[in-house]
T-cell receptor, first 116, second 115 residues
Framework: AQKVTQAQTEISVVEKEDVTLDCVYE???????LFWYKQPPSGELVFLIR??????QNEISGRYSWNFQKSTSSFNFTITASQVVDSAVYFC?????????????FGKGTKLTVNP | EPEVTQTPSHQVTQMGQEVILRCVPI?????FYWYRQILGQKVEFLVS????????KSEIFDDQFSVERPDGSNFTLKIRSTKLEDSAMYFC?????????????FGEGSRLTVL
């Protein structure tokens, strides 16, 4: 069965520090998608990135970057030069595609606090 | 930018009452979902809906839950007789091509408090 593990429950950093959020997944699917979502204190889920299992290229978007390593089943997320506005809970998620299922399986989330 | 909208943003109800949470998915999307997040916990899949029928449901989605697309725009989640443990944030989501191929757009959530 699909499983997503975010071992870091809470991380606290000082503004301008770099921070990496870990995500390890388990799946038997050969084709799958990985996602990161941000949940700010207001509660909504904000889509950050989707990665296809066949695309292991790392991606950078501004201060955000993602490192997808199929060999270790990891999809880590790094925020460079963190800012107070980055404070949120971040969820990693994995699609379950077999049997026509379309659901996302979420990790338990990592709460990031960026202090000024 | 098109978005998924949910109403109400917060509802307080008494145990045993029926609740209907409403969602307006993005207009050209074909796949609709409800997810639930109990306070401080992870987001959990409840149900997916495509072509006017449920395509998958989780073990959480028991007989007290139902979903409906009553017209061309709304997608509703009904909880027939609420329990204390139904208190959670409920997220509606929609996608154009299904969660395994496209982005899943979430609404801002409806917080349900059962007293």
């Amino acid at each position: 069965a699909q499983k997503v593990t975010q071992a870091q429950t809470e991380i606290s950093v000082v503004e301008k520090e770099d921070v990496t959020l870990d995500c390890v997944y388990e799946t038997r699917d050969t084709t799958y998608y990985l996602f990161w979502y941000k949940q700010p204190p207001s509660g909504e889920l904000v889509f950050l990135i989707r990665r296809n299992s066949f695309d292991e290229q790392n991606e950078i978007s501004g201060r955000y970057s993602w490192n997808f390593q199929k060999s270790t089943s990891s999809f880590n997320f790094t925020i460079t030069a963190s800012q107070v506005v980055d404070s949120a809970v971040y969820f990693c998620a994995l699609t379950q595609t077999q049997g026509g299922s379309e659901k996302l399986v979420f990790g338990k989330g990592t709460k990031l606090t960026v202090n000024p | 930018e098109p978005e998924v909208t949910q109403t109400p943003s917060h509802q307080v109800t008494q145990m045993g009452q029926e609740v209907i949470l409403r969602c307006v998915p993005i207009s050209n999307h074909l796949y609709f979902y409800w997810y639930r997040q109990i306070l401080g916990q992870k987001v959990e899949f409840l149900v997916s809906f495509y072509n006017n029928e449920i395509s998958e449901k989780s073990e959480i989605f028991d007989d007290q839950f139902s979903v409906e697309r009553p017209d061309g725009s709304n997608f509703t989640l009904k909880i027939r007789s609420t329990k204390l443990e139904d208190s959670a944030m409920y997220f509606c989501a929609s996608s154009e091509r299904g969660a395994d191929t496209g982005e899943l757009f979430f609404g801002e959530g409806s917080r349900l408090t059962v007293l």
